[in-house]
């Protein structure tokens, strides 16, 4: 079975640090990872997703993640915060098993960003 | 284009009612996918429909169900609704989604209030 973690359910940054947002993932076949964006009272938004390929995968508003297979994780990066990134981020699979369009998402990070 | 649209977006109904709620896809898209979002469980996959035929469920009881029609568009009916009912419904779409690189685009959802 297919299954995701994510460390932290709060993450606090200043405006200009480095966010990181933690994902594992449990998985008996290859894995189709992704992170999605969720704002208040709206839908989810893909920001990026890794599939098959490049490990580093870049997405939308300065995120990228890497698939590090030997560690099970896809972590969430960005540079440099901006006051415009505070919402809550989830770690979702998906693969052959489950179905591609059955994903299973983790508990989600709400990310903070003060002045 | 126009985004995937659900109604209504917020519901109050009281325990055992039923209620049916709406998901229009993006145009020529033909998948359709139905989430439960609550605090406790979080993101959760309810099943899918594809030409009208559901293609893949969750582990939700028989009181939830769905259909789709010829031109895509969805529905999801819950019947005795039950007070953990109480939850953000999120519908995704996507083209045929037979593989992760077809993209799921989601709603803003329907906020249900089981009374």
């Known amino acids: 079975a297919q299954s995701v973690t994510q460390l932290g359910s709060h993450v606090s940054v200043s405006e200009g640090a480095l966010v990181l947002l933690r994902c594992n993932y449990s998985s008996s076949v290859p894995p189709y990872l992704f992170w999605y964006v969720q704002y208040p009272n709206q839908g989810l938004q893909l920001l990026l997703k890794?599939?098959?390929?490049?490990?580093l995968v870049k997405g939308i508003n300065g995120f990228e993640a890497e698939f590090k297979k030997s560690e099970t994780s896809f972590h969430l990066t960005k540079p440099s915060a901006h006051m415009s990134d505070a919402a809550e981020y989830f770690c979702?699979?998906?693969?052959?098993?489950?179905?591609?369009?059955?994903?299973?998402f983790g508990a989600g990070t709400r990310l903070a960003v003060h002045p | 284009k126009a985004g995937v649209t659900q109604t209504p977006r917020y519901l109050i109904k009281t325990r055992g009612q039923q209620v049916t709620l709406s998901c229009s896809p993006i145009s020529g898209h033909r998948s359709v996918s139905w989430y439960q979002q609550t605090p406790g469980q979080g993101l959760q996959f309810l099943f899918e429909y594809f030409s009208e035929t559901q293609r893949n469920k969750g582990n939700f009881p028989g009181r939830f169900s769905g259909r789709q029609f010829s031109n895509s568009r969805s529905e999801m009916n819950v019947s005795t609704l039950e007070l953990g009912d109480s939850a953000l419904y999120l519908c995704a779409s996507s083209l045929e989604q037979v593989g992760p690189q077809d993209t799921q685009y989601f709603g803003p959802g329907t906020r249900l209030t089981v009374l």
């Open positions: 890794y599939t098959t390929g490049a490990t």
């Open positions: 979702a699979v998906s693969g052959p098993s489950g179905g591609y369009n059955k994903l299973i």
